[in-house]
Nanobody, 121 residues
Framework: QVQLVESGGGLVQAGGSLRLSCAAS????????MGWYRQAPGKQRELVAS???????SYADSVKGRFTISRDTAKNTVYLQMNSLKPEDTAVYYC???????????????WGQGTQVTVSS
């Protein structure tokens, strides 16, 4: 019913930039929150950044001042602009939307397929 498709990962040198995108499609009634998570090898998945339906944003301390989350509500798309990348940012990045599908009352979480970000030193 709902699909999230990510794009934009890749290999970059330390200090470089990447922009991730995640677009939702399907029977979307409303989108509550959009977020980006990441999971490095051997570590738990962690929240990187999120944006609410009112536009409020929050960030993990480790990325504040370097990453920016934004959205295009007309396109049901969220972006993550990542600047000044560090080797410790290397991980698989996943988008997560809380979506209420058409004709349903409550929202639920949907995940993207994940995109690899590798930062070389």
């Amino acid at each position: 019913q709902v699909q999230l498709v990510e794009s934009g990962g890749g290999l970059v040198q330390a200090g470089g930039s990447l922009r991730l995108s995640c677009a939702a499609s399907g029977s979307i009634g409303s989108i509550n929150t959009m977020g980006w998570y990441r999971q490095a090898p051997g570590k738990q998945r962690e929240l990187v950044a999120s944006i609410t339906n009112s536009g409020s944003t929050s960030y993990a301390d480790s990325v504040k001042g370097r990453f920016t989350i934004s959205r295009d509500t007309a396109k049901n798309t969220v972006y993550l602009q990542m600047n000044s990348l560090k080797p410790e940012d290397t991980a698989v990045y996943y988008c997560n939307f809380n979506i209420r599908v058409v004709f349903s009352r409550d929202g639920r979480n949907y995940w993207g397929q994940g995109t690899q970000v590798t930062v070389s030193s």
